[in-house]
């Protein structure tokens, strides 16, 4: 396991993973170290047929097309790690291709169902002023829940209609609209410094206990709102991130500076969303032509 540990060490320091990246990753690599064990074969000494039949024992346990392609990524990088710190001379997971993973559209929600979403908080009690605030935060910029609640105070400009945002080892600048402006500043100058259990704290949204929000306390709070407005769609944090983007290219944002301000490394992970925007078009004519 201390080719784990390393690697783990390597994702983090070398590579900057994100924390997803970075559990997910480890997660499969383990899962694999688990097999080499039953099967008696050391880590160093795989090749790409043993790969290859650990790709088929996930198959028979009924595992998805999507998670046997991402223990293969995890693996390609793990051994690309072995191989920089001179473990392996070859990486027995490269060139190996399980089957290609239909790309799933993103959900997005209407115009509409964001306008009845961020209706939902209240207010007039902090609770409901701070869900506002980082809901119209979140809409407004597209960026991460986990970007979301890593924000410090000093990253948010109000008076220049800004937040300024590190993500994936980078940092960005985003413009806010007067509305996020508007339930920002009302959170900040009314409820915040109420809820801090230390007036040290540096985190812009904190939980009730006065200590920086978590992934899971955001996590139930959007699927708070979505049971209050009623919307049937299956409503994520993420979903506000591709409602973000989506809107965006529909209102004649090009695809380049959508990117910058999603953080995304290569524009191909944008262009999901011209496909979206192009499938929209397409539902519509559908229904709306007479002819078709």
């Known amino acids: 396991m201390d080719h784990i540990f390393g690697y783990e060490t390597w994702l983090t320091r070398e590579k900057r993973a994100a924390a997803n990246t970075l559990s997910s990753y480890l997660r499969d690599v383990r899962q694999f170290a688990d097999w080499t064990d039953e099967e008696r074969l050391p880590l160093t000494s ?3 047929e043993d790969i290859k039949h650990y790709a088929q024992s996930l198959e028979k346990k009924g595992k998805s097309n999507a998670t046997v392609v991402r223990s293969i990524a995890a693996l390609k990088s793990f051994y690309t790690y072995l191989m920089s710190i001179r473990a392996v001379q070859i990486n027995p997971a490269k060139g190996f291709t399980p089957g290609r993973v ?3 559209l993103p959900a997005i929600l209407s115009n509409h169902e964001v306008d009845l979403f961020l209706e939902q908080p209240d207010p007039s009690d902090s609770k409901g002023c701070r869900d506002k605030a980082m809901l119209e935060l979140l809409y407004a910029t597209g960026i991460r829940v986990s970007e979301l609640i890593s924000l410090d105070v000093q990253d948010l400009n109000l008076s220049a209609s800004f937040l300024r945002c590190r993500g994936r080892g980078k940092e960005r600048v985003v413009p806010l609209y007067k509305g996020a402006v508007r339930a920002m500043a009302v959170y ?4 915040r410094l109420q809820l801090l259990g230390d007036p040290g ?26 049971d209050k407005a ?13 409602s973000f983007a989506a809107h965006l290219l529909e209102n004649g944002a090009d695809l380049k500076s959508i990117q910058e301000m999603l953080g995304h490394a290569d524009i191909s992970a944008t262009q999901i969303y011209a496909q979206v925007v192009n499938q929209k078009i397409r539902d519509v004519y559908a229904k709306a032509h007479p002819r078709a």
């Open 188 to 191: 900040i100058n009314d409820v």
């Open 201 to 226: 704290e540096t985190a812009l949204f904190v939980n009730m206990n006065g200590e920086r929000m978590s992934r899971q306390g955001f996590w139930k709070i959007v699927k708070c709102y979505q």
């Open 46 to 48: 795989v090749n790409q």
């Open 102 to 104: 239909e790309r799933k």
């Open 230 to 242: 009623g919307i049937h769609k299956d409503i994520t944090p993420h979903t506000l991130r591709h």
